[in-house]
Nanobody, 115 residues
């Protein structure tokens, strides 16, 4: 079993920044791919950013150049640095980890971008 604990969401004005964190624990084994997804009200859950076990990253077009995904040296904590936030970034952000057997999800953290 794997647990994911997210933190760092909140309310921020347009143009501001936030940093999300996600700590993974449990039966992880080696460093695994991790990702951030988001889901706005009435919309599907979409990939925001992903980091592979080797450290390669990819981003959705809507956040490229504004968001940065990274992980700590141990590999079990992933971060999402969000800059130049826009109202359309408002959503619940979910952390995801891909293990050999299955994927796990965090409980989600709300990000609201509003003046």
């Amino acid at each position: 079993q794997v647990q994911l604990v997210e933190s760092g969401g909140g309310l921020v004005q347009p143009g501001g920044s936030l940093r999300l964190s996600c700590a993974a624990s449990g039966s992880i084994g080696s460093i695994r791919p991790m990702a951030w997804y988001r889901q706005a009200p009435g919309k599907q859950r979409d990939l925001v950013a992903r980091i592979s076990s080797g450290g390669s990253t990819n981003y959705s077009d809507s956040v490229k150049g504004r968001f940065t995904i990274s992980r700590d040296i141990a590999g079990n904590t992933v971060y999402l640095q969000m800059n130049s936030l826009k109202p359309e970034d408002t959503a619940v952000y979910y952390c995801n980890i891909e293990t050999i057997l299955r994927a796990y999800w965090g409980q989600g953290t709300q990000v609201t971008v509003s003046s």
